[in-house]
């Protein structure tokens, strides 16, 4: 399985926003545990624009098409690592809201989605994920908000609830 975390551009205002907090952005702004068991890839990082990869194989129901769950799995990271983005370094992004509309099956090849914000405000982010196949036909449309809330000194989640990314 390719490394997912050596690949990641950031924008320069990122780097500069994250540099001397102790964070390792490339680990954090990734897909974690679950979407590299998938072999999801989160290849450019900024508020405004966040774009991943999840290959087919691997990641199919039993009729060998591309698994409902697998395309989510793709649109709850991108538009989480956007979020958190947006929010900043004082702020956590906590899902709260996903929603999947799948287009079309796909077989094969690789599914990129990218991810834009349709709200960024001070306590929640809204970002809208669209799925394409190898051809640039659109697999699903996603749309998921998170809680911006505010982080912990050590980076995690306050006491409140669970953090869904």
């Known amino acids: 399985m390719t490394d997912q975390t050596t690949s990641t551009r950031f924008p320069h205002e990122t780097i500069e926003q994250w540099a001397g907090l102790g964070f390792d952005l490339p680990r954090l702004f990734s897909a974690g545990a679950l979407g590299e068991r998938m072999g999801v890839r989160v290849l450019e990082a900024a508020p405004a624009k966040v774009v991943g990869t999840l290959p087919v194989e691997g990641n199919t ?36 809201d996903l929603n999947c509309t799948h287009h079309r099956a796909v077989r094969s090849g690789t599914i990129t989605g990218t991810a834009a914000p349709v709200h960024a405000g001070r306590t929640s982010a809204t970002y809208e994920i669209v799925i394409t196949d190898d051809s640039g036909k659109r697999v699903c449309t996603a749309r998921l908000t998170c809680a911006l809330r505010p982080a912990a000194p050590n980076g995690n989640a306050d006491a409140a609830g669970p953090a869904s990314h």
Not at 81 to 93: D, E, N, S, T, Y
Request: aromatic share 2%; proline share 6%.
């Open 61 to 96: 129901q039993p009729y060998g098409l591309l698994h409902g769950g697998a395309s989510a799995v793709l649109a709850e990271t991108l538009g989480s690592v956007g979020a958190m983005l947006h929010g900043g370094p004082q702020k956590i992004a906590v899902g709260v």
